[in-house]
């Protein structure tokens, strides 16, 4: 439990290294938290700070979750040794949730983060790469269908846990059990988006929308 424990902890503080707050710092100090939306993730950082920094935030918030799967679970830790009783599976589905975690929550900025998706997707990358191709048509859909970042997010990560529990049950199960753990929180963390869409007053994307209907406008409010 000790190998466990240890490389939970370094995955959630990597997962804590936001990449909007180091884009800040090289931007001059920047802090999108207090901008837009609030929320410390890519969409605000591009509706604030355009399209270069949010490629930063995105590349590097994808990278901790590579990082917490794929490199993490693997490293050897001085005088922690590794627990022939652990499943190795399960450890790194660990280390990917930590990752999550401390993207959501890090201990370096307030505990006050993004909504995870990216960082979930970066997970993807070393657990489920073929995953990524079909999370990110769902997604791209949603999305020029709606307009909504929010709920085209919410839509991929769920797909995710259907299409397996359709296609490779049982033989995926952990990584099954890790998706729909995961989609789940992605929804609660987008709750302050469900309520402004009931509301309607979340923003809407409306340049990306295909079946736009023509003089439509689109909510100033930021997500």
Same mark, same amino acid.
């Given at each position: 439990?000790?190998?466990?424990?240890?490389?939970?902890?370094?995955?959630?503080?990597?997962?804590?290294?936001?990449? !909007?707050?180091?884009? #800040? @710092?090289?931007?001059?100090?920047?802090?999108?938290?207090?901008?837009?939306? #609030?929320?410390?993730?890519?969409?605000?950082?591009?509706?604030?700070?355009?399209?270069?920094?949010?490629?930063?935030?995105?590349?590097?918030?994808?990278?901790?979750?590579?990082?917490?799967? #794929?490199?993490?679970?693997?490293?050897? &830790?001085?005088? &922690?040794?590794?627990?022939?009783?652990?499943?190795?599976?399960?450890?790194?589905? +660990? +280390? *990917?949730? !930590? !990752? &999550?975690?401390?993207?959501?929550?890090?201990?370096?900025?307030?505990?006050?983060?993004? @909504?995870?998706? *990216?960082?979930?997707?970066?997970?993807?990358?070393?657990? #489920?790469?073929?995953?990524?191709?079909?999370?990110?048509?769902?997604?791209?859909?949603?999305?020029?269908? *709606?307009?909504?970042?929010?709920?085209?997010?919410?839509?991929?990560?769920?797909?995710?846990?259907?299409?397996?529990?359709? &296609?490779?049950?049982?033989?995926?199960?952990?990584?099954?059990?890790?998706?729909?753990?995961?989609?789940? +929180?992605?929804?609660?963390?987008?709750?302050?988006?469900?309520?402004?869409?009931?509301?309607?007053?979340?923003?809407?994307?409306?340049?990306?929308?295909?079946?736009?209907?023509?003089?439509?406008?689109?909510?100033?409010?930021?997500?």
């Amino acid at each position: 439990m000790l190998e466990l424990g240890v490389k939970f902890l370094i995955s959630y503080f990597i997962g804590s290294l936001m990449g !909007a707050m180091i884009m #800040g @710092k090289l931007r001059g100090g920047v802090d999108i938290r207090t901008m837009g939306s #609030g929320n410390a993730g890519g969409t605000n950082a591009l509706r604030t700070q355009g399209i270069l920094f949010a490629l930063g935030v995105v590349i590097i918030d994808i990278g901790k979750g590579v990082i917490g799967a #794929g490199i993490v679970p693997g490293i050897n &830790v001085p005088f &922690v040794a590794e627990d022939p009783m652990l499943s190795r599976t399960w450890l790194t589905l +660990c +280390c *990917s949730s !930590a !990752a &999550v975690l401390g993207h959501v929550w890090p201990i370096y900025y307030g505990f006050k983060g993004g @909504k995870g998706a *990216s960082t979930f997707a970066g997970t993807l990358v070393i657990l #489920g790469p073929n995953l990524i191709i079909g999370g990110l048509f769902v997604w791209a859909w949603v999305l020029v269908v *709606s307009g909504f970042v929010g709920l085209a997010t919410m839509s991929a990560a769920t797909a995710l846990p259907v299409y397996l529990g359709a &296609v490779v049950l049982p033989a995926e199960q952990p990584l099954f059990i890790y998706t729909v753990v995961m989609a789940m +929180c992605i929804i609660f963390w987008h709750r302050s988006n469900i309520q402004r869409m009931r509301d309607g007053a979340e923003h809407r994307n409306t340049g990306l929308m295909i079946f736009r209907r023509k003089g439509s406008g689109s909510s100033n409010d930021q997500s």
